[in-house]
């Protein structure tokens, strides 16, 4: 079986084919600009592939309401190009093909939970902490859906004492996003984060904010693991500070066999950063599954 996979992020689009057991056969890079120069290429190379189905893991907000008369649509986005875009409908309509769709982040959770390291767990969250910060949540086995889809990467977060930085969230100002992301470190101390990677007052901070996040999430969602993705935690020993806040922030109010084992409780992603694409094909392969059903 050959299936499609877009990665569809705010940089750069990631195109793939694959198959229905998650290999990877062949993947391309495309700059994400407007629509218009962006799907020709994106379309050209399916098309040559002739794949069966397509899956999009999509930056969002989008709709995924099958209801609805924008099912399938980028909505709100601040990427202003792509505001109101029907970008399942229109690989729909040129591919001919089933056309899977969900948020990015839904699609790195998904990869994980069906190849890798929270296989065969019903609840489970992924995080994505880089340019944004994006929830994925699986709850009781599926993609957790509802008025929207979570985007729990905007919970609003509690100041450090020591920080006096206003947040750099657009619409929530001290918000995960706004005091946690890589463009907030940005803002915060002027250098990017790998430029800071000495620096101990910069991951005290992150783990202040990621592990007072978790502490939330925990208490809500009550997931079975945690996993932390995205360029931030590429830094050394964050994870582990990470680990160090939750259990401090929570405080002993939770006490389970996960809470006693911390390093398999948050862990990092395990699929060689390929759990995007490898979710993205998922979703077209449940997609082209449903429509033969």
Not at 45 to 53: D, T
Not at 118 to 123: C, F, I, Q
Request: glycine share 14%; aromatic share 8%; with cysteine.
């Amino acid at each position: 079986m050959k299936l499609g996979a877009l990665e569809a992020g705010g940089t750069k689009m990631v195109c793939a084919i694959g198959n229905e057991n998650g290999e990877i056969f062949e993947r391309i890079s495309i700059p994400t600009l407007t629509p218009e120069e962006t799907m020709p290429q994106m379309i050209e190379y399916f098309k040559k592939h002739q794949v069966e189905a397509l899956g999009i893991g999509c930056f969002g907000p989008i709709d995924l309401n099958r209801q609805s008369e924008t099912y399938g649509y980028i909505t709100t986005t601040p990427k202003l190009a792509w505001a109101n875009y029907d970008i399942t409908g229109t690989f729909a309509k040129e591919l001919g093909v089933p056309v899977g769709f969900d948020t990015d982040v839904n699609g790195s959770a998904l990869g994980e939970s069906v190849w890798g390291i929270t296989r065969g767990l019903e609840n489970s969250i992924y995080i994505t902490i880089g340019t944004g910060v994006g929830v994925g949540v699986i709850s009781g086995g599926k993609l957790l859906h509802g008025m929207l889809h979570p985007e729990a990467g905007h919970v609003m977060v509690k100041p450090h004492p020591k920080d006096t930085f206003a947040g750099g969230c657009p619409y929530h100002g001290s918000c995960l996003e706004g005091m946690a992301s890589g463009p907030a470190i940005m803002k915060r101390w002027g250098k990017k984060a790998q430029e800071m990677s000495d620096v101990p007052e910069v991951w005290e901070l992150e783990a202040y904010y990621i592990g007072q996040a978790l502490m939330n999430y925990i208490l809500v969602l009550s997931p079975q693991k945690i996993v932390l993705g995205g360029g931030v935690m590429h830094q050394k020993g964050l994870i582990e500070q990470v680990r160090e806040e939750v259990k401090k922030q929570l405080n002993g109010y939770i006490n389970t066999k996960e809470m006693e084992n911390l390093e398999d409780y948050i862990v990092l992603p395990s699929l060689n950063d390929n759990q995007g694409i490898m979710g993205a094909l998922k979703l077209g392969l449940d997609e082209l599954m449903m429509t033969k059903a």
